[in-house]
């Protein structure tokens, strides 16, 4: 039997800004449990969770990494997620699997870019939020202003729950005021902080808010239980202080998330599709056996690892499952819980363990696992859409298979990391979060999988349409000393909505060009579309329409009459005013207020256009709409314009015509491309 129950486990995410702290409050917390007899050091490359080379370079978590720990009889899950915006996939994937979010936000930088997104994600997905700040020994600190910016920025749900004895080097205590004593000297500024805490958390209860008002003493076990279902629905968001290096308010951290915080049988059921219907998913061990797939990663030495939750049921002598998406039957031979990189088998499962399973091929980030006996399947995951797009091809010229593989790999694991091949441009793209994102993800696919690539700036999607109606012609006659070639066509072109797509239009009458030829018509006009005709970008929302034309007996043939038919739409195109399109994207910048001004002024001056700008606690959310031409490399400016305290998505929206002074330098850059090549 296990050693525990599902009552017994605490599954929390770590998550927040890069550089705050997180890593090293997990590594205090390792310690403290007794898990490790040394705390591992991010800046020493000794951290039990940066264990990939790549983090133990750069001294930041690009991946989310779990332990496990007992402390007093409850069972811990600790995620440390990755900070920093260009790997927020990571921070999705750690709240995925956990009940609880840490949000550690630092006591000398405030919120961040990415707390904000943290805790909007957190609270989208139903989790239970704890803020931590962390660094309280460092100096310059103002608690005060900071609690003020957590409420403007939050809600007043963020409620301060801990006293400490001084901030900077002075500090030497910090304690939650629920759950533990609290020094003497620290007494009279507790018990401020308690009466608010307790008036935050009897307004979730109208009776016990009755008897409050009416001056009734709620006991301290009403309260602390009142407490418990608060942080649950998330009504209350505490707040507590550390500083992990000095191990200050670790201990106490650590107990108050024992006591006050869910565990998986205390929350919401998640939902899930059984045929047509929505049922609820209770961790019921006894319950048909359902987990979420929540990472996966290639190991070099064991292969695809699949990390999953388990949501409902149990797995023992039986440790096979459907996979809904695949609608394959796997089974594994082995479980374990992960401890850092290190590998520990387990033999059974319960609702609300997080285990690893090796060398599932078919599985997938957020596939459902399930018995056969009940099939279900849960919401699929919801991650950012990657932004930064780049174009790749492989050193060697014989590695084109082994770069794909290695690709399809690297986006398996990724769910923000996209690979395609472009129809209209013949590229192979890779699309990131930003250009450290990718960086990141080349550099580990020439380690793990030994394949080196060039990368280049991918060429614009450009199109071309006409706005005129206008008439072409061409004859199209050649005589070689036998059969000759001959056909003549008369066609008109005029411009669709946009969007419409092309239509072609058969209006012989008198059979001046005989029914035989027309497909030969048609054939020839679309491909002249797909090749461009003024700068070689395919030809969109026009009709053309075939209505007069000659032929002979003898000479006229199907080649013939496509020849003729692609130079009659050619110099028709030309006189119905030619224009490029080009795509529009709507990007969505959040910002630090201070910002503001510079960002939208250099969206203006890239030819966006602003259409919207929302306020966020300390933070500024601008919308536009902006060619993508100017966006291709947006990632690295916003960071050097912020210094790394921006973030933005982008989302394709229309394509609109190229102002004439550009659309100029692409045609006479195309054109030089083209006789370089030549």
Not at 42 to 53: A, K, P
Not at 59 to 87: R, T
Not at 582 to 611: F, K, W
Request: glycine share 8%; with cysteine.
């Amino acid at each position: 039997m296990a050693k525990y129950q599902t009552s017994d486990i605490r599954n929390v995410a770590l998550v927040g800004h890069g550089s705050v702290g997180k890593t090293t409050l997990g590594e205090a917390m390792l310690f403290k449990s007794g898990a490790v007899k040394r705390m591992g050091s991010v800046d020493d490359g000794t951290s039990l969770f940066d264990f990939e080379s790549e983090e133990r370079e750069r001294k930041f978590s690009i991946d989310p990494a779990m332990v496990f720990f007992n402390l007093d009889g409850v069972e811990f899950n600790l995620i440390d997620s990755p900070g920093y915006p260009d790997f927020l996939n990571g921070a999705v994937s750690a709240l995925a699997a956990a009940d609880t979010a840490i949000i550690c936000v630092s006591a000398l930088d405030g919120i961040q870019v990415n707390t904000l997104k943290v805790w909007q994600m957190a609270g989208e997905m139903g989790k239970a939020r704890i803020i931590v700040v962390t660094k309280l020994d460092n100096e310059n600190i103002d608690l005060p202003a900071l609690f003020e910016s957590i409420k403007e920025t939050f809600g007043g749900q963020a409620a301060p729950a801990f006293v400490c004895d001084a901030t900077g080097a002075g500090i030497t205590k910090s304690v939650p005021v629920f759950g533990v004593e609290v020094p003497p000297e620290l007494a009279d500024a507790a018990a401020e902080l308690r009466t608010a805490l307790t008036e935050s958390i009897v307004e979730q209860d109208d009776d016990m808010m009755n008897r409050y008002l009416e001056g009734e003493e709620i006991s301290a076990e009403e309260l602390t239980g009142a407490l418990k279902k608060a942080i649950a629905s998330g009504a209350v968001v505490p707040i507590l202080g550390v500083a992990s290096r000095k191990m200050i308010g670790v201990d106490s951290l650590m107990k108050f998330l024992a006591d006050m915080t869910p565990s998986p049988d205390r929350m919401p059921p998640a939902k899930a599709k059984k045929g047509d219907a929505e049922i609820e998913i209770l961790p019921d061990p006894n319950g048909a056996f359902c987990a979420r797939v929540f990472r996966c990663v290639t190991d070099p030495f064991v292969g695809k690892l699949s990390y999953f939750r388990v949501l409902r049921g149990s797995l023992g002598g039986d440790m096979s499952f459907h996979n809904t998406r695949a609608r394959e039957t796997e089974r594994c031979g082995h479980i374990y819980r992960m401890f850092g990189k290190e590998q520990r088998e387990v033999h059974e499962a319960l609702p609300g363990d997080i285990l690893t399973a090796p060398k599932l091929e078919t599985i997938k980030v957020g596939d459902t696992l399930c018995s056969v006996k009940e099939i279900v399947e849960l919401p699929p995951m919801r991650f950012p859409k990657p932004m930064m797009p780049l174009a790749a091809q492989p050193v060697s010229k014989g590695d084109e298979q082994r770069l794909s593989n290695a690709l399809q790999r690297l986006s398996d694991e990724d769910p923000t990391f996209d690979v395609r091949r472009d129809r209209q441009t013949g590229e192979l793209i890779v699309t990131g979060m930003s250009t450290l994102h990718l960086e990141v993800m080349i550099a580990r696919m020439k380690k793990r999988f030994e394949v080196s690539v060039v990368t280049s700036q991918p060429e614009v999607p450009y199109q071309e349409t006409c706005t005129l109606k206008a008439e072409g012609k061409h004859r199209h006659k050649k005589q070689t000393g036998g059969r000759g070639q001959y056909a003549e066509v008369f066609l008109r072109v005029e411009p669709r909505e946009r969007g419409a797509g092309f239509e072609f239009l058969d209006e012989i009458v008198g059979g001046v060009i005989p029914r035989q030829y027309i497909p030969a018509c048609e054939k020839g006009i679309r491909e002249c579309l797909e090749k461009g005709i003024i700068a070689g970008f395919p030809v969109v929302d026009i009709a053309a329409a075939v209505h007069y034309g000659s032929y002979h007996d003898v000479d006229s043939s199907e080649a013939a009459f496509k020849l003729a038919a692609s130079r009659a739409l050619q110099n028709a195109f030309t006189e119905a005013k030619p224009v490029l399109l080009e795509p529009i994207v709507r990007i969505e910048v959040t910002i630090p207020s201070q910002y503001l001004g510079d960002i939208a002024g250099h969206l203006t001056s890239r030819r966006g256009r602003i259409i919207g700008m929302d306020a966020s606690g300390s933070y500024q959310v601008v919308q536009a709409h902006i060619p993508m031409a100017e966006v291709m490399q947006y990632s690295t400016e916003l960071k050097s314009m912020t210094g790394g305290q921006g973030s933005f998505t982008l989302d394709f929206s229309h394509y609109d015509p190229v102002p004439s002074h550009v659309q100029q330098q692409i045609i006479e850059k195309r054109k030089k491309a083209k006789e370089e090549d030549e």
